[in-house]
Nanobody, 115 residues
């Protein structure tokens, strides 16, 4: 069983919004990177956004200005608020947490943007 559990995916129309959540079952350290990747059919997994210590945030160019990543260390959780969604945002979204050389992955949650 994955130590990271995502929720919040679903079907939304273009221009709509979705919020993803990821909760870690074990202890995590806020200074370690945590964030989201996505993988569309036939494409490689790509970084969407990540966050370190709740202040250092990194976004892919394709989601800048539309997505917001946040973190709640007290809940061992990371969130992704996705606004102005486009059909090209359709993918399976994976939460990740890196501790040294070890990367933990969630099971993924499907996001589909379609009219």
């Amino acid at each position: 069983q994955s130590p990271l559990v995502e929720s919040g995916g679903g079907l939304v129309q273009p221009g709509g919004s979705l919020s993803l959540s990821c909760v870690a079952s074990g202890r995590i350290f806020s200074q370690n990177p945590m964030g989201w990747y996505r993988q569309a059919p036939g494409k490689q997994r790509e970084l969407v956004a990540d966050i370190i210590s709740s202040v250092r945030k990194n976004y892919s160019d394709s989601v800048k200005g539309r997505f917001t990543i946040s973190r709640d260390s007290s809940k061992n959780a990371v969130y992704l608020q996705m606004n102005s969604l486009k059909p090209e945002d359709t993918a399976v979204y994976f939460c990740y947490y890196r501790h040294g050389s070890i990367v933990y992955w969630g099971q993924g949650t499907q996001v589909t943007v379609s009219s």
